[in-house]
């Protein structure tokens, strides 16, 4: 009895946690900025790069403009395989970097108008989950550039 308690709460617990795919937004990030703001969903690339190494993590804010810019650098030509989440709900933004590991220092923001703190977890020594908090809701614009490749992530 008390075994068949136990398994009920954690199968509903499991579903009440679980991403919902059919009811996100899900969406290939592009190599140029569409200026399309999203506060929730799912993002992908497919990226062949092997190896990447996050090496820094910046941001700018231009009042004119009306958003923060974070930027994640890699030591590679392009950025690597990833799927991100993005959830309003719990004000962050998760993203895995698939066979990626970064730098002996932990980058981190200082500053940030949008940004409370940025936490790195290395899954499996291949995988690299990037914990992005926020201070507050917010909506992004997401795509990359290459040579070098960096992630770049609008926030307003």
């Keep these: 009895m008390k075994f068949s308690i136990i398994v009920s709460v954690f199968l509903f617990a499991t579903s009440v946690l679980a991403q919902n795919l059919m009811e996100e937004r899900i969406w290939k990030i592009s190599p140029r900025k569409k200026s399309i703001f999203l506060d929730s969903g799912v993002f992908h690339l497919n990226s062949q ?9 910046r941001s700018s804010s231009v009042p ?6 974070v930027v994640i650098d890699f030591n590679t030509p392009s950025i690597p395989k990833i799927y991100g989440h993005i959830s309003s ?27 409370k703190n940025i936490d790195f977890i290395s899954v499996d020594g291949k995988t690299l989950t ?5 201070k507050s809701n917010a909506s ?13 992530i609008d926030i307003r």
């Design 130 to 134: 990037m914990d992005v908090g926020l």
């Design 89 to 115: 709900q719990k004000q962050k933004i998760s993203v895995d970097l698939f066979d990626t590991s970064v730098a002996t220092a932990q980058p981190q923001l200082k500053g940030s108008k949008f940004v």
């Design 140 to 152: 992004f614009d997401i795509f990359y550039l290459d040579n070098p490749g960096r992630l770049v």
């Design 64 to 69: 004119g403009r009306g958003y923060e810019r």
């Design 49 to 57: 790069t092997q190896g990447a190494q996050v090496t820094a993590v």
